[in-house]
């Protein structure tokens, strides 16, 4: 017995098989009544529903053919000679009184040819002059339903003599009547809903109850929920049902009844009864179960009685053994356990007598393997401490021995491996085939092969084997066939590692140019074969020149060795992911879609948008520039793929990197690339010749009428004396990667002025535009604290503004930023808010001093409330968290009283004054005292 497992009685093994099959064959029987259950009570329902609405429109058809009976009975009265509209109205005025009580006539009226009420009985009922004119063309009964001060049915009769319509007699009765008949016939409400855009019903039986009703069914549902099915809806605890259908069965549109079904109680008895199905099987279920194991826990305890008897043979105690099976309870019937006990005491017997024979024989072998012991003793010492695995099998391939030294290098006992097929200790399949080719004489009398030892896995130990047939000399034994193996491991992994390194970056582990290009060239040709796309994704790592200069290339190793892990897990095993170039990785992945691809590549981005690069306790944000091309609509050859891959990933690169561009061949690769090195030449030039300048708008302090400070915005001047505005230039130059030279630019031109304006002793501020780029450049920070060092620079006088977008883009780069530049004493602008994220908690976060509300909001609040109110919320917020505000674009005087009145605090725009070259010449500018 072994001691090692965990011993579980086969009365629970049974009961839980048993037991979970009984559950599981409950459960499906449970389900499929609850499912019929629920099932019948919808198809009651529906049933229900269907006799409601047969009924109520049953009930309107009566009504309607009662009205028919009435005038048709009044109309025969007359003969034929007398019938005159006058005598009709005479006959009315005799009986009404009388028709109205016996026959529930709530109006009659009587119109002639021109469709004019000549009189009426009753109350004032009016009707639709389309259905008297229908009457009076058509020569037959009209019916409507009217509702106005009550609901009515209406039928309009055309008066006929001698084939010539003399008027047309209306006669109504009210609607009422039908719904109470139906509510006393059926046991449940009926309402009347008069349209399709009417909400309010026009009439219902117990409206004081069923009006709530409609009104929270409406709240919730479309009428068209309740058209052809019922809608069940909770109110007050209470469960109800409403449908709506056509009054006319021949009609599919308004007018519609309404009934309101409470089903409350018709939904609890349902509850109720799945509730006592599902306890009385649970019950017979466990009770199943119970008598069940009661009767395996009998059986078993012979079973158990039997199994300790049992070791009794092993200790030779035949005699004990018969004693313990007599002393087993007798049954009143044979059955298995009673088979198993005869069974087990005939062969008690029968190893009583072997063991006698055993033990004669014993002392004859003893003497004989002590001859025999010095003679293996040797030999076997002479095997064990060779250091070679010595293994012999036989013809079959099972192994007979193995030495010492195979066993401690398996980390096996012998009793293990005796036996075993020598086939398991071959990895090589050619290896196994010259093996069995010696076995039947088909190889030479001896071979050799180098092979992995297959039995290892932690630590592989490859083995040059010698295989030799020994053959008895008198042939009186089986050949075997001796294997020696020699530890070749060393050598394996010194050559496995030289091919290694020939095929894949050290750095990464990923494979290197040389590998990508052999397995590209093998896909393309399964592709090609089974006619399948393949995409190739080329990767280049945005800025990463600037963390290598900046922070030395163990930084920029550390970060390719991150990457390319992300990379990794983002990526199919049976993708190709390759480092081709210093920043440059690809990746190949087959069998896929252009939908696969799109799907893959936003992924890439979004896992290394989650990298946490921290450089001196300063997150650097990383990004790929990803190039895709596709095999074969974008090329059929390697060449062919990475070039277009290539011109892919360079126009994604200049879009605003982190982003990805699949390549199309309809796409002007090299225009744009030309434009791109027009546009680089212009500013590199214009860098070099110092043709920018800076131009200054005034910022106007509302409140004291006086100019508060300039904002310092760039442009170029061209040789022919033209102005190119920063949007020309600026979106350009941040694609070419030059933007942060015009930062540092405008930086030192600005620096310059303040000088100027120091050395006259004018304190007036100027605020400094900053770029996107610049929150993420290492060198902006030292630059700015060093031209603020210089003599006779006041940083309190300087404002650096901000857009919303890239602070909060860049949060943590631009927060950590603005508190180091406040630490100097200058202060911030969040430049064109509400345009970008929008978030009151970056506004509360973000410790600016000035909020610039987009010109977008304010250059039409003259003329638009949606704008003055957002104006006004941001401004309310905004100096609620103490920041100052800025309107931008203002255009025109309105704007600015506009402002003055919503309490904002600075205003900048054309209106006040057009950026100018001297900042001292206020001759043009408006709003001053």
């Known amino acids: ?100 009580v016996i026959w529930g006539l709530e109006n009659a009226a009587f119109y002639n040819r021109q469709s004019i009420e000549v009189k009426r009985w009753g109350k004032d009922i009016p009707s639709d002059s389309e259905i008297i004119l229908r009457a009076f063309t058509q020569e037959v009964p009209q019916h409507q339903l009217i509702c106005a001060k009550g609901c009515f049915q209406q039928i309009l009769t055309p008066v006929l003599f001698n084939s010539e319509v003399l008027g047309v007699l209306s006669v109504s009765v009210a609607l009422s009547d039908t719904l109470l008949q139906y509510q006393q016939t059926m046991r449940n409400d009926l309402g009347v809903l008069i349209s399709d855009n009417s909400q309010a019903l026009s009439a219902i039986t117990h409206a004081k109850k069923n009006i709530p009703l409609w009104q929270k069914a409406r709240e919730n549902y479309v009428l068209e929920d309740f058209l052809g099915k019922g809608v069940v809806f909770i109110k007050d605890r209470r469960r109800y049902e409403l449908r709506v259908f056509p009054i006319s069965k021949n ?143 036989n013809m079959q391939g099972d192994i007979l021995t193995v030495n010492k030294e195979g066993l401690m290098d398996m980390k096996l006992k012998a009793a293990e491996i005796i036996g075993m097929p020598f086939a398991k200790l071959i990895s090589d399949k050619d290896h196994l085939q010259k093996l069995e080719h010696l076995r039947l004489n088909k190889e030479s009398k001896e071979i050799t092969f180098d092979d992995r030892l297959a039995l ?84 280049d790592l945005d800025q990463f020149k600037v963390i290598n200069d900046t922070h030395g290339h163990q930084a920029g190793d ?75 609509q974008h090329g059929e050859t390697q060449q062919e793929l990475l070039t277009n891959a290539d011109l892919a990933m360079y126009h994604a690169k200049k879009s605003g990197r982190a982003r990805y561009h699949i390549f199309s061949p309809e796409f002007e690769y090299q225009a744009v690339l030309t434009e791109q090195l027009r546009w680089k030449h212009i500013i590199e030039h214009a860098i070099k010749q110092d043709e920018f300048v800076l131009y200054y708008q005034p910022i106007l302090d509302i409140k004291h009428k006086k100019i508060s400070h300039y904002e310092c ?113 200058c202060r911030f602008a969040l430049d064109d808010f509400g345009v970008g994220f929008s978030s009151f908690y970056y506004l509360k976060s973000l410790p600016v001093d000035y909020v610039k509300i987009d010109g977008s909001f304010v250059k039409q609040m003259d003329v638009s409330e949606e704008d003055r109110i957002f104006v ?15 309107a931008e674009f203002v255009e025109n005087k309105e704007i600015l009283s506009l402002l003055e009145q919503q309490g904002v605090d600075y205003a900048q725009g054309y209106y006040i004054s057009k950026p100018i070259s001297d900042p001292l010449d206020l001759s043009h500018v408006k709003g001053l005292e």
């Open 872 to 886: 006004k919320v941001l401004t309310e917020v905004s100096q609620a968290f103490g920041k100052q505000i800025i």
């Open 558 to 632: 550390e970060l390719l060795q991150v990457i390319a892990s992300v990379l990794k897990k983002e990526i199919r095993d049976t993708d190709l992911l390759c480092r081709i170039g210093g920043d440059e990785f690809t990746l190949v992945i087959s069998a896929t879609t252009l939908e696969g691809v799109e799907i893959l590549a936003n992924k890439l981005l979004y896992a290394l948008t989650q990298i946490k690069y921290i450089i001196n306790e300063q997150i650097h944000p990383i990004s790929f520039s990803i190039g895709v091309a596709i095999y074969p």
């Open 713 to 825: 915005l760039l442009r170029i001047v061209q040789q022919d004396g033209t102005l190119l505005m920063p949007g020309d230039f600026i979106i350009q130059a941040e694609q070419i990667g030059i933007i942060d030279q015009i930062d540092h630019l405008v930086l030192r031109k600005a620096i310059e002025q303040h000088l100027a304006f120091q050395a006259i002793g004018n304190n007036s501020r100027l605020a400094i535009n900053l770029s996107g780029r610049s929150m993420n450049d290492m060198d902006i920070l030292p630059y700015i604290e060093n031209l603020l060092s210089q003599s006779g620079v006041k940083p309190e006088l300087i404002i650096f503004e901000i857009t919303e977008t890239s602070a909060v883009s860049n949060f943590m780069s631009a927060k950590s930023m603005i508190k180091r530049l406040k630490a100097l004493g």
């Open 251 to 393: 009609s599919s549109s308004a007018p519609y009844f309404v009934i309101i079904n409470d089903i409350t109680e018709d939904y609890k008895n349902l509850q109720n009864k799945l509730l006592q199905l599902g306890i009385i099987g649970l019950v017979g279920l466990f009770l199943v179960i119970f008598i069940l194991l009661i009767n395996i826990h009998f059986i078993l305890a012979r079973v158990a009685q039997l199994s300790q008897a049992l070791p009794l043979l092993v200790q030779h105690q035949y005699q004990s053994f018969r004693k313990k099976l007599k002393s087993q309870s007798s049954t009143i019937f044979n059955d298995e356990v009673s088979q198993l006990a005869e069974t087990a005491a005939y062969v008690a017997k029968d190893l009583e007598i072997l063991s006698d024979d055993i033990e004669k024989n014993t002392e004859l072998l003893v003497k004989k393997s002590q001859e025999l012991e010095e003679e293996r003793d040797f030999v076997a010492q002479l095997i064990d401490t060779a250091p070679i695995f010595i293994i012999t099998q």
């Open 1 to 100: 017995m072994q001691k090692n497992k965990h011993f579980l009685s086969l009365k629970w093994k049974f009961a839980f098989g048993l037991g979970g099959l009984l559950i599981t064959l409950y459960s499906a029987y449970a389900y499929y009544i609850y499912y019929q259950a629920v099932d019948n009570f919808s198809n009651s329902r529906v049933t229900a529903q269907t006799n409601q609405i047969n009924i109520a429109q049953a009930l309107t058809e009566e009504s309607f053919f009662v009205l028919d009976r009435f005038v048709e009975s009044i109309l025969l009265i007359q003969s034929d000679e007398t019938k005159t509209g006058a005598q009709l109205q005479q006959l009315f005025d005799e009986h009404w009184q009388h028709w109205q």
């Open 456 to 539: 290892l896995t932690e630590e592989p130990m490859y083995l040059s084997w010698i295989h030799t047939i020994l053959r008895a000399k008198n042939n009186s034994q089986e050949p075997v066939v001796l294997s020696l193996g020699v530890d070749v491991s060393e050598r394996h992994v010194a050559d496995e590692q030289l091919i290694w390194l020939a095929s894949h970056d050290q750095l990464t582990g990923l494979g290197n140019r040389r590998n990508f290009q052999h397995e590209l060239e093998a896909r393309l040709a399964l592709a090609k074969r089974y006619k399948e796309q393949l995409a190739l994704f080329y990767l």
